[in-house]
């Protein structure tokens, strides 16, 4: 049997991903981990095992639904969740919902969209049996 990946990446495209590239640098403080001129991955957390690629699109999106084959959600973990949805308001980032726990999953979070029309989320697990995060 195969080791576990090393690391991982999504990959979010955007048509004009120059608004993009400045809301997860400028708004969400991702550190920029490499620059490939149309593509730029972002590490949003410490430890680098996963990464947030944001590219130039070869096409439109042909949907905003993200729960749909082919759609996608992009979850930052965090144990302040209040405080980011205080964070994104105040730099004039409309959000979704506020910050509001599911019994089902067992998670407070809240939802929003980055410039090019991706769906985020703010969540905390609320449940003991989800791994604790590695501390860089």
């Known amino acids: 049997m195969t080791a576990p990946f090393d690391q ?9 991903p120059a608004p993009s590239w400045r809301f997860y640098e400028e708004v969400l403080g991702l550190v920029l981990a490499q620059d490939q001129g149309t593509c730029r991955i972002y590490a949003p957390a410490p430890g680098g095992r996963a990464f947030l690629g944001v590219c130039r699109a070869r096409g439109p999106r042909v949907t905003d639904n ?5 759609g996608a959600i992009v979850t930052f ?6 405080g980011w949805h205080a964070r994104l308001v105040a730099a004039g980032v409309e959000t ?6 599911s019994e089902a999953y067992r998670v407070t979070s809240f939802f929003f969209r ?8 703010v969540q ?8 604790a995060p590695a501390r860089a």
């Open 8 to 16: 991982q990446i999504t990959f979010l495209y955007a048509e004009d």
């Open 66 to 70: 993200p729960r749909v084959q082919g």
């Open 77 to 82: 973990v965090v144990h302040d969740v209040e």
């Open 96 to 101: 979704a919902t506020k910050p509001s726990f």
């Open 114 to 121: 980055d410039p090019a029309g991706y769906t985020l989320e």
């Open 124 to 131: 905390r697990f609320e449940r003991p049996d989800w791994p």
